[in-house]
């Protein structure tokens, strides 16, 4: 059981480039969530997906994309990266039945813009 | 809106000693409280987390943490710390009717030997 499982762990692009983090869980669990961390901010949430099939915006979703074409997958893009989007994003998933339920983090994936 | 505040961004303290990492909160409704524990270029680990019942919620590794609804705070406890504590603690809340968590901004906990 490997739990959230993100690829790749590090990246760096140039300003302008793309690219896509893929992020797994096997736990079966409908919703998935992700974050960027920055220093001294904390964990600030981009975007979230209540089941396959669906997305909505978190609190600094501008400059991404998601999609969530299989319940186990939640996929995180950068059409056009910009070095403001150097970060560490970290993806999470939690079962969905109840308020209050655990999220259950990835590893991480650490993304330098130049 | 859901908030957390951390107000230490770092806390130090002797291996042996008792430690208190702060925490409060603000949300509609009742709240359900986490913490959350990060260890350099790790991912967030759960601790433990407060839903409803006994103000006392105890977690991993000796942990436990207390719920104060009158001082709308949640700190992380432990009556003995450890050098291996040694890491980066983040408190979260999730408001009722709400799947989405909001983080403080993190707490550096060094124990000392």
């Known amino acids: 059981n490997a739990g959230v499982t993100q690829t790749p762990k590090f990246r760096v692009l140039k300003t302008g480039q793309s690219m896509t983090l893929l992020c797994a869980q096997d736990?079966?669990?409908?919703?998935m969530y992700w974050y960027r961390q920055d220093p001294g901010m904390g964990l600030r949430l981009i975007h979230y997906s209540v089941g396959e099939g669906t997305t909505a915006k978190g609190e600094v979703p501008d400059g991404y994309n998601v999609s969530r074409l299989k319940k186990q997958n939640f996929l995180l893009g950068l059409e056009s990266a910009a070095p403001s989007q150097t970060s560490v994003y970290f993806c999470a998933s939690s079962s969905g039945r109840h308020e209050g339920d655990t999220q259950y983090f990835g590893p991480g994936t650490r993304l330098t813009v130049l | 809106a859901q908030s957390v505040a951390q107000p230490e961004d770092q806390v130090n303290v002797a291996e042996g000693n008792p430690l208190t990492v702060k925490c409060t909160y603000s949300?509609?409704?009742?709240?359900?409280l986490f913490w959350y524990v990060q260890y350099p270029n790790r991912g967030l680990q759960f601790l433990l987390k407060y839903i409803t019942g006994d103000n006392l919620v105890k977690g991993s590794y000796g942990f436990e943490a207390e719920f104060n609804k009158s001082q709308t705070s949640f700190h992380l406890k432990k009556p003995s710390a450890l050098v291996s504590d040694s890491a980066l603690y983040f408190c979260?809340?999730?408001?009722?009717?709400?799947?989405?968590?909001?983080f403080g901004k993190g707490t550096k906990l060094s124990v000392i030997p």
């Open positions: 736990m079966n669990h409908e919703y």
């Open positions: 949300v509609s409704g009742n709240p359900y």
């Open positions: 979260a809340v999730c408001g009722a009717g709400s799947y989405q968590l909001t």
